[in-house]
C-alpha cells in the first residue's frame, strides 16, 4: 500500500516539519539560557556594591502608569516602560532591584551585567532577556565598539528614584 507520509513530497513534509520543530525547540532552549548566570556560579552577596557613576547613558522614559488608579490598586508603585541607550564605554551604575523587579529586553548591541549574585560576569546580547527580582543588585558596562539599546519595563516605588 502507498503511504504519502512515508515516501516522495510527505516525507519531505515531514522532515522539514521535523526539523522546523527541533530548530525551534534549540533556538527556544538558547534563548532560555542565554545571558543567564551559570548555576555553579550563583552565590549571595559574591559581588559588593560598586561605585562607578552613570557614564554615556541615555535614560528615557517612554511609558508610565499609576498602579493605584488601575484595577490592582497597588499604592505608590508605577509601571513604566523605558528606553536605555548605552553608548561604547558606558556605565548604568550600581542598583538594587530589591524593592523595584524590572524585566530588561536587549534590542541592539551586547553588554555585560556584574552582579551581587554570580561570581562571573554575564554577557547579554541582542534579543537576550534580563530577569531583575528581589536579591539582585549589580551593574553594567557597554565593553563593545556599538551602541546598546534596552527596553526596560519596571515596578518603581520611589518616583524619586534616580537609579537605572
Known sequence: MFDPTTTGRGLGRRLVLAAVTAGTTLIGISTALAGECPKDQMKADVRKSESHAAKGVVDKVLAAIDLEKEPAKIKGRQLRLRKLTIEPGGIVPWHSHDDRPAIIYIAEGEIVEYASNCAVP???KAGDISVERFGTSHWWQNLGSKTVVLF??????DKHDKHM
Request: glycine share 0%; hydrophobic share 45%.
Open 122 to 124: 554575564i554577557v547579554h
Open 152 to 157: 526596560s519595563s519596571d515596578v518603581l516605588h
